[in-house]
């Protein structure tokens, strides 16, 4: 019997020791030079709960972001037509996501090529004639809505966890709740009020050569050279080194092309061994301007940043006309999405508005 108790207290002693072991760096903020080389030093991370926090729900507003897809189109169709010397014709958009089109008899051949060449996201609603002038009525496909749709959450939750993440924020909840809502609680922050201006920002995507004569590590030491500054990603699969590890960038300060330029960006398989890549598809004016940067830098690497961190630097192979652009760098399935949804995000931002905010 004695024996017994004695092996229990003996059981409780030890457990208590390795308990104590465990939350000492969660309680001893100066822990000697020598314990991490033999005792865990991974603090407990509390929750809201415990130790109080911002607790935010935010609606993305899928419905305004088709709308803004809408009006993308259609300044983009208005461009199109003046650069193809199309005149007389005219573009408006109606009823929140249609566009109107009134074209002179003259162009209608014209106008139907080119709606069947370059939109082929565009759907006829309706036609009519009328006194020599015909009217067409257009709206995105219904394959384009269901995938702005898919992607609008998405596209949210990439944007706001990157800005979490600058937020400095240990450990945060940022997840879908039901379909078009975003939970976010972060504990240990007393003001919703910045949390929201930091989320509520407009994405900022941009396209900026990275500087490879530049020295990396002497730019961490003493600082990048003139017109230049330095960024951070997360290494990939094709990146050369441990995937999720944090890499820096000496990048050229300058913007040579930002996410306004961009319609649409999807995942495709390739028919060759080295994983699927990313066809980024830009507007009249992006196709004139990424042809001009893809010229002037071949074999240079361009930096894909969104909100001040690099998410993939891919290498200009050859001048790049026409409008789409291939991605390719060793990605897996998660990575080539992951990218999309970077690039969609800079070009169709979705909107969202807080539907409840506490803090605890």
């Known amino acids: 019997m004695r024996r017994g108790v ?55 507003k899928v419905e305004k972001a088709i709308e ?101 924020v240990s450990e945060p909840i940022i997840q879908r709740q039901g379909q078009q809502d975003i939970l976010i609680q972060l504990p240990g922050i007393q003001d919703p009020q910045r949390a929201k201006e930091i989320i509520g920002k407009t994405a900022a995507l941009e ?42 960038y000496v990048v050229e300060s300058r913007t040579l092309m930002t996410g306004e330029y961009i319609t649409d960006a999807r995942v495709r398989p390739s028919s060759q061994l080295q994983g699927p890549y990313v066809e980024l598809i830009l507007n009249s004016t992006g196709a004139r301007l990424f042809e001009q940067i893809t010229a002037a830098n071949v074999k240079r690497r361009l930096a894909i940043v969104l909100d001040n961190r690099v998410y993939s630097a891919p290498v200009i192979q050859e001048r790049i006309g026409g409008g789409r652009a291939s991605i390719t760098g060793s990605f897996d399935i998660k990575e080539a999405r992951d990218l999309a949804i970077v690039l969609r995000a800079g070009a169709l931002p979705a909107p969202v508005g807080i539907v409840e905010e506490r803090t605890v």
């Open 207 to 248: 396209f900026k050569l990275v500087d490879d004569t530049a020295n990396v590590e002497d730019a961490l030491k003493n600082g990048p050279p003139p017109g230049r500054q330095i960024l951070y990603g997360y290494a990939g699969k094709g990146e050369g080194a441990v995937g999720g590890d944090k890499i820096a």
């Open 6 to 60: 004695a092996v229990r207290l003996a059981l409780f002693i030890i457990a208590t020791v390795v308990s104590l072991v465990y939350l000492a760096p969660t309680f001893i903020h100066n822990l000697p030079s020598w314990w991490g080389g033999f005792m865990p030093t991974d603090r407990i991370h509390l929750g809201l709960d415990l130790q109080g926090g911002s607790h935010l729900v935010l609606e993305v």
């Open 68 to 168: 803004n897809a809408v009006e993308r189109v259609r300044t983009d169709l208005t461009n199109v037509l003046r650069d193809r010397g199309i005149s007389g014709v005219s573009v408006e958009r109606v009823q929140g996501t249609q566009i109107q089109l009134k074209v002179p008899a003259a162009s209608v051949d014209r106008v139907r090529g080119l709606l069947k060449s370059d939109f082929a996201n565009l759907a006829t609603v309706n036609t009519q004639t009328s006194g020599g002038t015909s009217e067409f009525f257009l709206t995105l496909s219904k394959e384009e809505i269901r995938s702005l749709r898919d992607y609008a959450v998405d596209q949210s939750l990439e944007t706001i966890r990157n800005r979490i993440d600058q937020f400095g």
